[in-house]
């Protein structure tokens, strides 16, 4: 079955940077486009970025355009966010989720996510 | 940027009562939206693409329905394990959003 294990939470300072990542397995990896989305601690959901199955398209939301990357290697089947100038706005479960695929066509629907992992931005 | 507004943000109900979410769209969405389910704790989990498919395995009691800026989520009969959160998503056009959600409570 579809399994997405997101790990690289932790707490750190404003300013500083961190790196998700999230481990794929029970599909073809290379075959899908990811995206990770975010969930402030009793808010509601942000979708964060997207990146396509051979890396050639990437979309962030204005929030953290400039400031956070999204990459991945197909061949480890691991997706990964980069995020720096963390900010205490940032705070947040972070998921990372695959986009919605049916014949050979992806689309930006989130049809399986991880577990998510905390990211606490405080000094 | 496409703004979702869901209504109501919070909702009592009985088992067995018929539910219906509503979610406004700043701008036409056509039918890029998708409905998803949040229980405390947990990952969201999709159960409604391109405005009334229904995700695969999600029960037949959940529907959408559905174009252009307004948009419906109903539960026909609502079940013990439906108290959640909902949330729409717009995906006709970058960024992605999330409706505010709304939170369905035990009455």
């Known amino acids: 079955q579809v399994q997405l294990v997101e790990s690289g939470g932790g707490v750190v300072q404003p300013g500083r940077s961190l790196r998700l990542s999230c481990v794929a397995s029970?599909?073809?990896?290379?075959?899908?486009?990811m995206h990770w989305a975010r969930q402030a601690p009793g808010k509601g959901l942000e979708w964060v970025a997207v990146?396509?199955?051979?890396?050639?398209?990437?979309n962030y939301a204005d929030s953290v355009n400039g400031r956070f990357n999204i990459s991945r290697d197909n061949s480890r089947n691991t997706l990964y966010l980069q995020m720096n100038s963390l900010r205490p706005e940032d705070t947040a479960v972070y998921y990372c989720a695959r986009a919605f695929c049916s014949g050979g066509s992806c689309v930006n629907i989130l049809d399986h996510w991880g577990q998510g992992t905390a990211v606490t931005v405080s000094s | 940027d496409i703004q979702l507004t869901q209504s109501p943000s919070f909702l009592s109900a009985s088992v067995g009562d018929r539910v219906t979410i509503t979610c406004r769209a700043s701008?036409?969405?056509?039918?890029?939206l998708a409905w998803y389910q949040q229980k405390l704790g947990k990952a969201p989990n999709l159960l409604i693409y391109?405005?009334?498919t229904l995700q695969s395995g999600v029960p037949a009691r959940f529907s959408g329905s559905g174009s252009g800026t307004e948009f419906t989520l109903t539960i026909s009969s609502l079940q013990p394990e439906d108290f959640a959160t909902y949330y729409c998503q717009q995906l006709n056009s970058y960024p992605l959003t999330f409706g505010g959600g709304t939170k369905v409570n035990i009455k």
């Open positions: 391109a405005a009334s």
């Open positions: 990146l396509w199955s051979d890396g050639s398209n990437e």
């Open positions: 701008q036409g969405a056509s039918t890029y």
């Open positions: 029970g599909f073809t990896f290379s075959n899908f486009g």
